[in-house]
């Protein structure tokens, strides 16, 4: 089988608890970019995450124990960074942010105390939002914090270089509280391409 015949693994709804499964370690943390969303973003890499994407751009950051410990450090210094009139906001990917959720979610909660609405919170997850919905409390918590939701898994198959912050034609940009509002999946106002 070839690489891009391979799929991703695909979860049974709660098979895989971010308290089982993180270990609280990052991959790396990229200040003031401009490629993990829209305008200068902090991001976030977690460590770890099960789907196992053949083609995906980050394999390293598959492995759990992966990179260095989150650290109360580093979550003073995303805040300071935040802080900077010119960052739009926050990125969570990884690894997997749903399934770590004990650091993502901390987080944005610590982000919304200090900053509100101010910044924004985007998301990749390899989860789509049909299952998001099926899943464990604290995934959904997450969730709901968000301002935008890439989901869905990479598909080597579907690769499109193309596309506006994102890598599989599958994979969408989701304005998940236009979502939770009416319902439904609401596409971000900002695409250019679905």
């Known amino acids: 089988m070839s690489e891009t015949e391979k799929l991703p693994q695909n979860p049974q709804p709660q098979e895989w608890r971010a308290q ?3 270990q609280m370690r990052i991959a790396d943390y990229k200040p003031f970019n401009f490629v993990d969303g829209e305008g ?3 991001s976030l890499y977690v460590s770890g995450c099960k789907f196992a994407c053949p083609g995906c751009y980050n394999k390293i950051a598959q492995n759990f124990n992966y990179g260095q410990p989150y650290t109360q450090a580093l979550e003073d210094q995303i ?3 935040l802080a900077q009139p010119y960052v739009q906001g ?3 990917l990884g690894g997997e ?3 770590n959720t004990q650091v993502c979610l901390a987080l944005v909660k610590r982000l919304r105390v200090e900053f509100g609405h101010t910044k924004d919170v985007w998301s990749w997850t390899g989860y789509t939002w049909a299952e998001l919905q099926q899943e464990t409390p604290d995934k959904l918590a997450l969730l709901r914090e968000l301002d935008v939701l890439v ?3 990479f598909l080597q198959a579907q690769k499109d270089l193309t596309l506006q912050f994102r890598g599989s034609a599958n994979q969408r940009i989701i304005d998940v509280q236009q979502s939770l509002s009416r319902g439904e999946v ?3 106002a900002n695409l250019i391409k679905q």
């Open 40 to 42: 200068v973003r902090n």
């Open 90 to 92: 926050l990125t969570l």
């Open 97 to 99: 942010p749903f399934l």
């Open 186 to 188: 609401t596409l971000w």
């Open 79 to 81: 805040m300071a960074d």
């Open 20 to 22: 089982e499964l993180s």
């Open 151 to 153: 989901d869905g898994r």
